[in-house]
């Protein structure tokens, strides 16, 4: 049978997440962020999903029930918050620069190195690793609710940049961009493939 999952990136939040780097810091979605989920909620509209998961953070939460509908039952799976950017936690690129620059170059650097960890925050190899064991609690709960031997019908994740791109790399062997309010769509027959990737189509219209 064949599954889907799709993946949806939070929207905008009232931290500016499209230039600030908010990881763990709890924000909420801006307006234009539930504009642009409620536009997603839309384009998916004729999906019926088998499981909704989310992030635990609440711009997470928020997206995933305004995709969903309100009545929509959410399972918050803690391995899928974002990484923890520590001292960079709510900054833009330009001010972590000017306030700590002995870190912005080694974060230049080495920024897609495994072993690279965020100063007083966590590290790539750390996140990677809790995300498999969310993805994998997933996975598993997924076949549970079907009462399947094997994955089907479809399941929508909202989560974080990051957390999007360590499971659809995982799966898939692919990365995508993951922008905000984009949506990555995951199929299993015998294998995981991508669908789509990085659609932003129902954005268009939504002014910023």
């Excluded at 960079?88 to 912005?104: K, M, S």
């Excluded at 709960?141 to 909202?158: C, N, P």
């Excluded at 360590?166 to 949506?183: C, N, Q, Y």
């Amino acid at each position: 049978m064949k599954a889907t999952l799709i993946l949806v990136r939070h929207g905008e939040t009232a931290g500016e997440s499209s230039v600030r780097y908010h990881g763990r810091s709890d924000v909420s979605l801006s307006a234009l962020g539930r504009a642009q989920m409620r536009a997603v909620g839309r384009f998916l509209a004729q999906e019926k999903f088998a499981c909704v998961f989310s992030s635990p953070l609440k711009r997470a939460t928020e997206s995933a029930s305004l995709i969903a509908g309100g009545t929509a039952a959410i399972t918050t799976v803690d391995e899928f918050a974002e990484i923890d950017f520590g001292l960079f936690e709510g900054l833009t690129a330009e001010e972590i620069r000017l306030r700590y620059p002995d870190h912005f170059a080694c974060w230049s650097e080495r920024r897609f190195e495994s072993s690279y960890a965020y100063p007083m925050g966590e590290s790539r190899a750390a996140f990677a690793s809790r995300v498999d064991r969310g993805l994998e609690q997933v996975l598993k709960t997924w076949q549970e609710t079907g009462r399947e031997t094997a994955l089907g019908g479809s399941v929508l994740l909202t989560a974080h940049r990051g957390v999007i791109r360590s499971v659809a790399r995982r799966l898939t062997g692919v990365e995508p961009l993951s922008d905000l309010g984009s949506i990555q769509v995951l199929v299993h027959d015998e294998n995981w493939r991508v669908e789509h990737l990085d659609v932003i189509d129902h954005l268009k219209d939504i002014a910023r």
